[in-house]
């Protein structure tokens, strides 16, 4: 599935030490990011350790031990 329109052009990242969840906009030479692009888009009470699209077409965070989380918007 391709991403869902809000998240189009986004670069999705998680730390695995605090559970947080962000968005990075890529400039437009795709060679580096846009200054003070970064959003937090979740904070979440666990270790993710993967991102995948899910059949909808949102991005699903699987944690450490196996929950996973849909991600309804950045």
């Not at 695995?16 to 795709?30: K, M």
Request: positive net charge.
């Amino acid at each position: 599935p391709a991403w869902p329109a809000p998240w189009s052009g986004l670069y999705l990242f998680a730390d695995n030490a605090n559970g947080r969840v962000w968005t990075l906009e890529p400039d437009a030479a795709r060679t580096g990011v846009v200054a003070g692009s970064r959003r937090e888009v979740a904070r979440l009470s666990g270790n993710p350790v993967s991102i995948r699209i899910g059949p909808d077409g949102l991005p699903r965070v699987v944690l450490l031990g196996g929950r996973v989380v849909r991600l309804e918007r950045p």
